[in-house]
Structure formats: C-alpha cells, structure tokens
C-alpha cells in the first residue's frame, strides 16, 4: 500500500477553505488556535510511518486523554471498573449532565465527560501523584520524553470549566465520587491539555492497533481483552453523539478532542492521527472527519 501516495492525494484535496465550523472558544486558550493547521500522521505495525502539513506540531489532544485514563484505569481495576461507568453509547453532548439523574449517577460511557471524571476519580483515589504517572505513561507508550501538559490551557479551561465542576458535584451528590472535587478536575483539566502531535498520537495508539504492546519495544502494556473493550468503546462511543455517523463515514475505532485532533486505528494493521482545529457542531474536527473518510476509501482498509 503506497500510503505517502495516500496522504499526499488527501492534503491535495482538502483545505481548511472547505469547511465552516468554528474553532473551539468555551476553552479561551483554544480560541487563539490558527485554523489553517492541518496535518496527518500514519503508522503502520511494520514502524513504518507517513505524514503530511502539520503533523509534528503539537495541540491541546483534550478529550483523546480518556483513552490513556481508561487504559490506566483498567490497568488498576480490571473489570470492577465497569461498576463505576456503563459502556452504552450516550446519544448526547459531550458535556451532558442529564442521563445521570436518572441513571443514577453511572455515566453511559468512559468517553464523555462525566465518565472521564469518574475515571479521574478512581486515579485520584488510586495513585500517588496520578499527573505525574499519566505523563510518564504517555511518554513511555511514544518513546518521547518531551511530551507535557500545556499548563496555559490548564489554566484557562479550569477558569471557564463551570459545566465539569458541576459534573463531579452532580455525581458525588449521587454517590459515585470519592475523592474531593477540586483533585479531580486538576486532574481532569491537565490531562486533556496534553500537548502532543500526530507524530506522537498515531505513535501512542499503536498500542491500541498492536494487542496492548508498545510498537518499538513489544513491551506488554495492555492485556488482549482490555484492548478489545477500549476500541469497542472508541468504535460506539468515541465521538460522542456523532459515534454513528463517524462508524458509518470512516469504519474505525478512533476518538476525538476540542484541539481538533482525532486518532483512530485499524487493529493489526496502523494508527492514523489527524488534526484540523475547525469543529463541527458535535465538537468533532470537520476537516479531520473528512480527511479520515477519504483515507479508508482510499486504502479500501476499515474494520467493515
Ligand atoms: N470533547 C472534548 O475534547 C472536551 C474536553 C474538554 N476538556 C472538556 O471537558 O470540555
């Protein structure tokens, strides 16, 4: 498969001139983020890899951290986990408050925010100093000793995070937190300002594509079951209430973030990490959605 060939006929097609959405401003810090950015990274189980535009630069990866949580949570708690936080797609906003009053404060899934912070809880509760163990276990999965949180978007989203402050007094009012809040969404707030490339992200998730070991190394991280339970979650919960359309478009797992960066893997085969700032109304990067459907068309490779 001539992948640069690929890569090089996406980047020829597409530009950020096609698309309309907005990059995101709820987080002021990623407001200032140029929209012309657009980059694609692919790496392939032979360590192979291809690129094009911006694919080096890092982003604030957001909401793409649930997934190295959830692979640190499951690593904690194998499956008691699922006592915590359900694994049915949500149909909702990201930020949605409103299924937990009647589902009893257990969030659909690990993906959307009040499932994330429930994870942020249990490494909380668990670990030592979980910022810095996150960080080591981002560095350790990439080979990059220079990945680190972006302390700015830190700051400014836990200015503005009104919604996922009340997210966690919402589900410890309904007995599903334990720790205090204000750690929690310290947690939460440094976790999704990672600030990583797709170089870095198409890297990390080869984890994902690889049975749960790193690709440079074959160093086990991951069990084979947990693997298959995170992507079954990225495949039916990783975009949130547009989990669908993005089955139905590209045919990956994969996830996304407000950066507007989206990874997502063929199992066995490579992990592809694309970033364009411009979202769309479901919060998803439009360009990025796109350049994903053009890619398992181009290859003819998805997991359908
Ligand atoms: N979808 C996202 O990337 C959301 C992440 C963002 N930090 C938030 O909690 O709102």
Request: net charge negative; aromatic share 10%; proline share 4%.
């Amino acid at each position: 498969m001539d992948y640069q060939h690929i890569l090089d006929t996406i980047h020829d097609e597409m530009s950020y001139r096609d698309v309309k959405g907005k990059v995101a401003s709820y987080i002021p810090e990623l407001a200032k983020v140029d929209r012309k950015k657009f980059g694609m990274h692919v790496y392939c189980g032979d360590k192979q890899h291809f690129c094009f535009g911006d694919s080096k630069e890092n982003f604030s990866i957001q909401s793409i951290s649930k997934v190295f949580t959830l692979a640190m949570a499951m690593r904690l708690m194998g499956e008691d986990l699922w006592d915590r936080v359900d694994v049915e797609p949500s149909g909702d906003p990201f930020n949605s408050l409103t299924q937990l009053e009647y589902e009893s404060g257990i969030p659909r899934n690990p993906f959307i925010n009040a499932g994330a912070l429930v994870i942020s809880d249990i490494l909380v509760d668990q670990l030592d100093d979980p910022k810095k163990e996150l960080l080591e276990f981002v560095r350790h999965i990439t080979g990059d000793p220079n990945i680190d949180y972006d302390k700015t978007v830190a700051a400014s989203e836990k200015a503005t995070g009104y919604r996922n402050i009340a997210l966690v007094n919402y589900i410890k009012a309904l007995g599903n937190i334990k720790c205090d809040v204000e750690p929690i969404v310290d947690f939460y707030f440094h976790q999704c300002s990672l600030a990583m490339s797709c170089e870095d992200l198409s890297k990390a998730f080869m984890l994902f594509a690889n049975r749960g070991r790193i690709l440079d190394t074959n160093e086990k991280i991951l069990k084979p079951k947990t693997v298959k339970r995170i992507n079954a979650l990225m495949q039916t919960c990783g975009f949130y209430d547009e989990a669908g359309e993005f089955s139905f478009q590209v045919g990956l797992p994969g996830k996304s973030g407000v950066g507007g960066g989206i990874v997502a893997i063929h199992p066995k085969n490579y992990s592809v990490a694309v970033w364009s700032p411009i979202l769309n109304e479901k919060g998803n990067s439009e360009l990025g959605m796109k350049a994903l459907e053009r890619f398992t068309t181009l290859t003819g490779v998805s997991v359908f």
